[in-house]
């Protein structure tokens, strides 16, 4: 089965701690995306990679770093430095960058106990 | 900043109707566009995209896309209950870093 996928699906934090998210795609795609979804609002872009070993910031990276080893993963942290990481989080592919449509893996649920 | 508007809804319509969603955007530079469909508690799900001005149908869903008035819409003809999710627009553009930018959504509720 082709797709992307996430984990853990649910994931709770202390304060002060860093952690790890998982992602993973399988359909050889080059472009992969992170974003973070709060209640009624819209989804925002915290980091994007359009090729291996290379991302950049999106409109929220404060708090957050990504690494882009391999095509296939592309991991976020959510550091202690970010102040309100309780949010929903999807990371998402495309066959490149540009204008291909992207498509989402299942997403974690962070929340900071 | 460049936005994408939405209307939050919800927006009701009884089975067997058609439901009108729209959205509009600030960025003239935008090269593609894009519907997803979201249930509560799950990640979205691409269900349509256009790229050129006119309409783009895919079974009971029609995209709509005017570049001139910076307005993308999406009808789903025939509305089941199983339709009834938060939509959203995502608006791709040149200057965007190649990320989508989102609208809040709007949500459907399709009555039995």
């Known amino acids: 089965d082709g797709g992307i996928t996430q984990s853990p699906k649910y994931l709770f934090r202390k304060e002060g701690q860093n952690v790890t998210l998982s992602c993973e795609q399988n359909?050889?795609?080059?472009?992969m995306y992170w974003y973070r979804q709060d209640p009624g609002q819209g989804l925002r872009l915290i980091y994007y990679?359009?090729?291996?070993?290379?991302?950049q910031k999106g409109d929220i990276a404060e708090g957050y770093s990504v690494s882009r080893e391999k095509k296939e993963s592309f991991p976020l942290t959510v550091t202690s430095a970010q102040k309100n990481p309780t949010a929903f989080y999807l990371c998402?592919?495309?066959?490149?960058?540009?204008?291909?449509?992207?498509?989402f893996g299942p997403g974690t649920r962070l929340t900071v106990l | 900043q460049k936005e994408v508007e939405q209307n939050s809804g919800p927006l009701s319509v009884p089975e067997g109707a058609i439901a009108s969603l729209n959205c509009t955007y600030s960025?003239?530079?935008?090269?593609?566009f894009f519907w997803y469909r979201q249930y509560s508690g799950k990640s979205p799900e691409l269900i349509m995209s256009?790229?050129?001005?006119g309409d783009k149908e895919d079974g009971r869903f029609t995209a709509q896309l005017n570049k001139a008035s910076q307005y993308v819409s999406l009808l789903i003809r025939d509305s089941q209950p199983s339709d009834s999710a938060t939509y959203l627009c995502?608006?791709?553009?040149?200057?965007?870093?190649?990320?989508?930018?989102f609208g809040k959504g709007t949500s459907l509720l399709v009555t039995p």
């Open positions: 256009i790229y050129s001005n």
């Open positions: 990679s359009q090729i291996v070993n290379d991302f």
């Open positions: 359909l050889n795609h080059d472009a």
């Open positions: 998402a592919s495309s066959i490149s960058s540009g204008i291909a449509e992207q498509f």
């Open positions: 960025d003239r530079v935008s090269q593609s």
């Open positions: 995502a608006v791709n553009g040149l200057n965007s870093g190649y990320a989508l930018n």
